[in-house]
């Protein structure tokens, strides 16, 4: 073992070198295993086999006492260590062998060098000399090593002679666990009985196995991708081969499998999915698409209109925009109308148009977000109309002359007309006012003619005071009065009759509202009353503003209230009881509002600001519609996201329901404050102190707008 040192002084100590180095267990091979390679083997010469020579190389350098590589002195091993170190410069070799061993060795494995150098084959005059060297191992039973046989070879490459050598060097740098000779034997040369034996891969071939798969998978999966590519007509260009050369982008990839493509490369097979489906199935895949997407698939080809002019589809569509939803039950009395169109009891009646009522209807909420209603006016009051309500057919409205009109929506004139004897009107009134531009429809007033006696009704209960408030579902109507009392109105036939009075405040009475099972009346006395709508009887009254109760709105059995105490309340019908206050920032409040779903509450007042507040927790949401007056009124359309309010400063604003942002202002277009403003899908109906009633229509002459009136 004493020449282990010398033999690795070549290279540095690998972890295997040193646990060799520690072994004290290590047993020293036997004294006959301790000969050098020059005093065991008989050099053979063999004139034909080129790899012989170095291939023997590799035996004399690998052996040594029991079998391991021993001796560097040796003119094979200068041989073998040549062939590895090839491509090293002289200098290169001098310094590694220089920096291990002392100064006598490195002189003694120079000479060595040199005459390895002097040895490689570098024309055919050096390819003699080495054949001349070459010997053929011997058989030595000591070593372990089989046999060689060699094959001579007539003309060995260059090659094929370095090979062997380049498998000694990657073993020989490979870190063992018993020391590098053994495995270095053991790696090299595997016992087969005729063949050389052959090398097993260390980490450095493992890691080249491991790259060459992977390049292979990298491989199949860009073949399998760009054969999808290709099926799939995703490659819309025709290429010839050898046109376009980039390995990087994977164009001109050869595919992995063989294709038949019936069509060409850039013409991409179309199938149309509607010919092939049932037209129910066609008509409820159309009817999940909007109005821009179901116009552009009209255009797609005739069966696709065919399919997307469907009134089936459009009415889907229509109706899933456009159709109100209730929320509460009981629900709440609608305003105007819904703007779908003809109703079969509760639901739309079919066989309508649907596509022209959905451009109508469209082009309606365009103008409401332009601002260009056209102008109407309604005249026939001789004093301030305090309170309105409209369906599609007719308005009602009441007034501080003591009168109640009724009038048709569909010609704008006054056909109803029911008050007191004392109080029928005078010829020449109201006077006429100035009107604005936008003013398409303006009938004069009847009063003093005999169209106006005509029409005029004494019925046989009536109020002998102002009329503060009104309203009305398909059954009755209920008026309110400064003279502290409510009228309910019978109003099923083309005349209406008074049915009873209901007694009981101790002021006038301020604002009503009713459903299928109440009606509730507020009044300056500050207190609300809760009457049974069938029997007239007063069923609970609530108390708890401090100041005039000017509006109360009905959700189901919550009930909100404004007062001019400057607070809006929630009430629980059922117990009485007010559950939560919702404050002004500044004095009272005249209007108050419930949404449809019960989840928000407005209210207005001498402020100037309407407030939105959380119905659940009574927080403010929002305080941004502003006037320069009172607000008198307020409307809340939430299905179609619109707050309307009326104010003293002669304007009303149009504001977005869920931001607060007013967008439209139509100031001055009366003479007077407003005093009640209220709308629907179409239009604002405003009630005015100058006695004049005001639309602003903005379905005014659109196409199909009539398509969408609810009734005849």
């Not at 000399?129 to 011997?138: E, M, N, Y």
């Not at 009134?429 to 100035?434: A, D, L, N, S």
């Amino acid at each position: 073992m004493y020449r282990r040192q010398s033999i690795l002084s070549h290279r540095p100590k690998t972890s295997s070198d040193v646990d060799d180095d520690n072994n004290n267990n290590h047993v020293p091979s036997p004294h006959t295993m301790k000969r050098t390679i020059s005093q065991t083997f008989t050099p053979m010469y063999h004139q034909d086999a080129k790899d012989a020579s170095m291939l023997d190389a590799v035996n004399e350098a690998a052996m040594g006492a029991d079998g391991y590589p021993q001796h560097p002195q040796t003119s094979s091993f200068s041989r073998a260590f040549g062939a590895v170190t090839c491509s090293f410069t002289r200098q290169k070799t001098r310094r590694r062998l220089s920096s291990v061993s002392s100064a006598t060795q490195s002189q003694r494995r120079r000479g060595s060098i040199h005459s390895l150098f002097e040895s490689l084959p570098s024309s055919s005059t050096t390819q003699k000399s080495v054949s001349d060297q070459q010997r053929l191992p011997l058989q030595h039973q000591d070593s372990g090593i089989p046999a060689f046989q060699l094959q001579p070879q007539s003309a060995p490459s260059t090659s094929k002679t370095f090979s062997p050598f380049k498998r000694l060097s990657s073993m020989r740098r490979r870190p063992t666990a018993s020391g590098p000779s053994a495995d270095i034997t053991n790696g090299l040369f595997t016992p087969p009985v005729t063949y050389p034996s052959q090398t097993v891969p260390g980490a450095a071939a493992r890691q080249a196995a491991a790259a060459a798969n992977q390049d292979r998978q990298n491989q199949i999966r860009r073949e399998q991708e760009h054969t999808h590519r290709f099926l799939n007509g995703l490659i819309t260009t025709s290429m010839r081969d050898g046109d376009i050369k980039d390995n990087e982008s994977g164009v001109d990839m050869t595919c992995a499998s063989p294709m038949v493509r019936a069509d060409s490369v850039t013409e991409k097979k179309m199938i149309d999915p509607f010919q092939r489906l049932p037209a129910e199935l066609a008509t409820t895949v159309l009817s999940n698409l909007d109005a821009g997407s179901l116009v552009r698939a009209e255009r797609v080809s005739r069966s696709w209109n065919e399919h997307a002019s469907s009134p089936h589809v459009w009415r889907n569509v229509f109706l899933r925009k456009y159709e109100p939803e209730v929320h509460v039950s009981p629900a709440p009395i609608q305003m105007g109308g819904l703007g779908v169109g003809k109703m079969a009891g509760c639901n739309p009646a079919p066989a309508q148009d649907w596509k022209n009522m959905f451009q109508a209807r469209s082009t309606v909420d365009a103008r409401w977000r332009t601002g260009t209603p056209a102008a109407i006016y309604l005249n026939g009051h001789t004093d301030s109309v305090y309170c309105c309500q409209f369906d599609e057919n007719k308005a009602i409205t009441g007034s501080r002359d003591r009168t109640i009109r009724v009038w048709d929506l569909r010609t704008y004139k006054c056909v109803k007309v029911y008050g007191g004897p004392n109080h029928r009107p005078t010829a020449n009134t109201p006077p006429p006012m100035e009107e604005r531009p936008e003013r398409v429809i303006s009938h004069a007033s009847l009063n003093g003619t005999r169209a106006g006696n005509d029409i005029y009704t004494v019925p046989a209960d009536y109020h002998d005071a102002s009329i503060l408030c009104l309203q009305y579902d398909s059954e009755i109507m209920v008026t309110g009065s400064s003279d502290y009392t409510c009228i309910v109105w019978d109003i099923t036939g083309d005349e209406y009759f008074p049915m009873y009075r209901l007694r009981g405040h101790e002021a006038g009475v301020l604002d009503v509202c009713l459903d299928d099972k109440y009606i509730i009346s507020c009044s300056k006395d500050a207190m609300i009353k809760v009457w049974d709508r069938k029997t007239g009887n007063c069923v609970r009254t609530l108390k708890g503003h401090r100041g005039p109760v000017n509006a109360v709105q009905l959700r189901g059995n919550f009930l909100v209230s404004a007062s001019g105490d400057g607070v809006a309340k929630l009430w629980n019908l059922e117990t009485g009881v007010s559950i939560k206050d919702f404050p002004s920032e500044d004095r009272g409040l005249a209007a108050v509002e419930f949404s449809d779903d019960a989840k928000y509450v407005l209210a207005g007042g001498n402020d100037h600001v309407v407030y939105k507040f959380d119905a659940s927790t009574g927080e403010l949401v929002h305080s941004r519609v502003k006037h320069d007056g009172l607000v008198r009124s307020l409307f809340l359309d939430a299905f179609n996201g619109r707050i309307v309010s009326g104010s003293y400063d002669q304007s009303i604003q149009v504001s977005d329901y869920e931001t607060g942002q007013t967008y439209a202002v139509y100031k001055n277009w009366t003479t007077s404050w407003i005093l009640s403003a209220k709308s629907d899908y179409r239009r604002v109906v405003a009630t005015s102190q100058d006695g004049r009633t005001l639309i602003l229509d903005f379905g005014h002459g659109v196409p199909g707008s009539d398509l969408l009136v609810g009734s005849e």
